[in-house]
């Protein structure tokens, strides 16, 4: 039975249906017209840190080909389309001298989205820091407030008003777990010691970017988080205090800080003599108002204490459960109880979801164009269902953002996962939309009424 079978989906007034992207995924030609190199460059160059050794020197090449994307973009009816700005490409040392050429490109991207009557949602930051400012201490660094302000600045002076909905930083939480504490992604470092910081100043950046744009801007800005709920693995009491720190880990480090101003108690139990006392002024600058929080949805986990370091706890797999290609259970209702419990702690702030998506093993694209891709589909109905729900329950969700518009570099797992709508064939580029994209074009013409 479809999930429609007994509701009357209508979706509100004005929400707006989109996908979204990331510079370094999509792009390609990262060092063209004058960029400099993002870590993100750095990272994929240096051997054995991504599969295959993959790197975004071409990706899906939207740096040349952004008209033909918007084009189907239009195709498809998008309203909405999320996309991140390379820093490197705007101020190659990532301070200081402007580079006119990369702001051009994204001053064009703007203006043809306009032009075909899809709003643009500019992420400023989504990982790819420029290589300059890693070797300044990147987000070890107290100045990157600073530098991130400055950067913020310059696309606000030259795109707001065309802009009129803005992202500091996308994930927080996977830039630092990933690139701090873990190593899987740039800059590749592994320390409990820094991890903190680095989550800090991610955060007083965030804070002093939100100021600058108070200043210059007269729109939207807000930030996106990866939020997923946690439920305990047994109702014993260790895997209710594992369940409690992953929580307080993932999904309360970067919202508490910026809409409480306070961090959760639990950081300093998970990172024991790493968690500095961090000064009470930073706070000041964090908690700015912000007009929407986005976030990104894709899993829940189900958690159990463990040795794992430093948070002791772990996911542990559902035997009856759905995975998608990159391991992740498929589990729709965890977004409902996310958006639930974000109302809760949280209050009305307004919610865009600005990613939510999964990665299938896709067959190939068939004699007749056609790429099937029925549990994409499946996938991304219950979600916005779920996301119906939610907006049942009184929670004010603005508009969604399919991940991804086109198949992308998945960071250090190289071309390997799919998410896109729309099929990239590597070898010659060509696009070609899938039964998803399809499919999502009918559910955006009928206001969600084709649930
Ligand atoms: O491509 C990224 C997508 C894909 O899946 C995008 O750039 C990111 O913003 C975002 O992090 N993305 C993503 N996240 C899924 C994270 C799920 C982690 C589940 C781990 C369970 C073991």
């Known amino acids: 039975m479809s999930p429609s079978a007994d509701k009357d ?11 979204a992207t990331a510079a370094h995924q999509i792009e390609g030609s990262p060092l063209a017209d004058g960029a400099g190199p993002s870590i993100w460059t750095r990272f994929a160059h240096t051997p054995g840190m991504t599969l295959n050794g993959d790197t975004g020197d071409v990706a899906c090449d939207h740096y040349r080909r952004w008209k033909d994307d918007v084009r189907l973009m239009r195709e498809l009816g998008l309203q909405a389309y999320r996309f991140s700005v390379s820093w490197s490409r705007i101020l190659p040392e ?43 201490g990147g987000w070890l660094n107290r100045d990157c407030a600073d530098w991130f302000a400055e950067y913020g600045r310059v696309l606000y002076r030259a795109l707001d008003g065309r802009v009129k909905k803005w992202v500091t930083l996308n994930e927080p939480w996977v830039v630092t777990d990933g690139g701090y504490l873990h190593g899987a992604l740039a800059p590749g470092h592994r320390s409990r010691f820094e ?13 002093a970017a939100v100021q600058a744009y108070r200043a210059e801007g007269a729109h939207e800005i807000g930030l996106v988080v990866n939020i997923e709920p946690k439920y305990p693995a047994s109702d014993s009491e260790a895997d209710a205090a594992a369940t409690r720190r992953a929580h307080a880990y993932m999904n309360e480090q970067y919202l508490h800080p910026a809409l409480l101003g306070r961090y959760p108690p639990e950081l300093k139990e998970i990172f024991g003599d790493a968690w500095p006392d961090f000064p009470e002024e930073d706070f000041r600058l964090i908690v700015q108002p912000l007009d929407f929080v986005g976030i990104n949805y894709y899993t829940r986990s189900v958690t159990a204490a463990d040795a794992s370091y430093p948070l002791k706890a772990g996911a542990v797999r559902q035997p009856l459960g759905t995975y998608t290609e990159t391991g992740w259970e498929v589990f729709p209702q965890g977004l409902t109880d996310l958006l639930l419990w974000f109302k809760r702690t949280y209050g009305d702030l307004p919610v865009y979801i600005t990613e939510n998506g999964a990665a299938f093993f896709d067959p190939a694209v068939a004699e007749d164009g056609r790429v099937r891709d029925p549990l994409r589909i499946d996938y991304l109905r219950k979600h916005l269902s779920a996301i119906h729900d939610a907006i049942a329950a009184g929670v004010d969700i603005r508009g969604y953002m399919a991940w991804s518009l086109l198949d992308n570099l998945e960071w250090s797992l190289g071309y390997s996962k799919r998410f896109g709508i729309i099929h990239v064939n590597y070898g010659t580029q060509e696009r ?14 009928s206001h969600g009424r084709g649930l």
């Open 432 to 445: 070609t939309p899938k039964d998803s994209a399809r499919w999502y074009s009918g559910i955006i013409e």
């Open 195 to 207: 991890a903190p910081i680095a989550s800090h100043n991610l955060m007083r950046a965030h804070g």
């Open 9 to 19: 989906f209508s979706f509100p007034k004005g929400f707006l249906w989109g996908a």
């Open 94 to 136: 990532g301070t200081g001298r402007v580079n006119q050429a990369g702001l051009d490109f994204y001053s064009r991207l703007v203006d043809e989205l306009l032009a075909n009557d899809i709003e643009p949602l500019l992420t400023l930051y989504h990982w790819d820091l420029p290589a300059a400012l890693d070797d300044r």
